[in-house]
């Protein structure tokens, strides 16, 4: 089955082509960051507009590079939630016109189990029960998947995603939007002990996080050192806060991989592609002898085939949209 597959839930327009689930046939990814790095984040409007502009010319270069023509996809699959609602609504409007003119199914895809289907097109072998850490600009979750459609939230964070507090933290030190990626390359070189952090604990929920005293601390830090006229030293600064962000994220994962009696881990989302996290995490897993999944780079960010990939999942288990599909910019990944 032959899936085209459109993601537009934030600074990405990305369209795929995918097979069975597993096999990218294309995928094509615009990126719009160039243009909202001048603003320090991600500007909504300008998002909603450039997915608008983009979404028909990716399309068509998405089933090109797939060698296929509308005629030869067997369904349309559209991340609807969650996300930027704007640009949301520009691919699932999309969507919906090219599945009721091609007499396609439309498949509603939620963003984060598309995440974690990025795994899937990485490793052939790799089939749920597993423990995944979702990790991304708007989300830091552990979630049990069951199987793949079947999820549960262990933990959670209680406020700023991993992601969000790298960007802002890096933003604070004059880096440029995304920051966490400059963060992570820019902490490979400093001392994780240089600058004591913070371990902050979610008192009433085991496996929950909580980034924002952790954020603020990097960032007062940060403002003291201005205030005296004075510098931080950049990589070390990174190097401790990075290091603070995964022991949080890790030591929660590994809690609830015990306690819950898991013993394959996945890793999904833009932030796993931290360099840190992912030693980490294969030192840990090494260590206890579990089984390690995390997608290979180019998946970690926004993109479509794991949205293609997800979509077979959801059609498999009877997800169908009609044309009053709408999209959200908040849904859980239990409701996906
Ligand atoms: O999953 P994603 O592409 O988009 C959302 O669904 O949010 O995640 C983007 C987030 C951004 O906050 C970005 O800074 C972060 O992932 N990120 C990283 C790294 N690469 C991307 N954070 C830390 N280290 C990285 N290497
Ligand atoms: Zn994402």
Do not use: W
């Not at 963003?111 to 089939?127: D, G, P, Q």
């Not at 880096?175 to 004591?196: F, Q, T, V, W």
């Amino acid at each position: 089955m032959k899936i085209l597959a459109i993601e537009s839930s934030c600074d990405e327009t990305a369209v795929a082509v995918v097979e069975d689930g597993r096999k990218v046939l294309s995928n094509v990814v615009v990126s719009q960051v160039d243009e909202h790095k001048l603003y320090g984040g991600v500007v909504p409007e300008i998002a909603s507009r450039r997915h608008a502009e983009a979404i028909t010319g990716v399309t068509d270069e998405a089933l090109n590079r797939a060698g296929l023509t509308l005629d030869e996809i067997d369904a349309i699959g559209v991340t609807y939630a969650p996300g930027l609602i704007g640009a949301l609504l520009v691919g699932v409007n999309f969507a919906k016109g090219l599945a009721f003119a091609a007499e396609k199914p439309l498949i509603p895809v939620h963003h984060l189990r598309s995440h974690i289907a990025a795994n899937y097109i990485t490793h052939s072998e790799l089939k749920p029960p597993f423990l995944c850490l979702v990790v991304s600009g708007g989300h830091s979750h552990i979630v049990a998947v069951d199987d793949y459609t079947k999820m549960r939230i262990i933990g959670r964070t209680r406020d700023d995603a991993a992601g969000e507090v790298f960007d802002k933290v890096a933003r604070t030190m004059g880096m440029s939007y995304p920051g966490g990626i400059n963060l992570d390359k820019a902490a490979e070189s400093g001392n994780p002990l240089a600058y004591p952090m913070p371990h902050p604990k979610v008192a009433d929920g085991p496996y929950d996080f909580s980034f924002s005293g952790l954020k603020t601390a990097a960032i007062n830090i940060i403002h003291n050192a201005s205030q005296k006229g004075q510098q931080v030293v950049t990589e070390d600064l990174c190097a401790s806060f990075r290091k603070a962000v995964v022991d949080c994220l890790t030591e929660n994962l590994f809690k609830a991989s015990e306690e819950y009696g898991y013993k394959t881990i996945v890793a999904a989302g833009g932030v796993s592609a931290n360099r840190l996290l992912r030693r980490r995490l294969e030192e840990e897993c090494n260590a206890r002898g579990y089984k390690l999944y995390v997608p290979e780079l180019s998946l970690c960010g926004d993109n479509g085939a794991m949205v293609g990939s997800q979509a077979y999942y959801e059609y498999i288990n009877g997800k169908k949209a009609d044309a009053d599909l709408n999209a959200a910019a908040t849904m859980s990944i239990e409701i996906g």
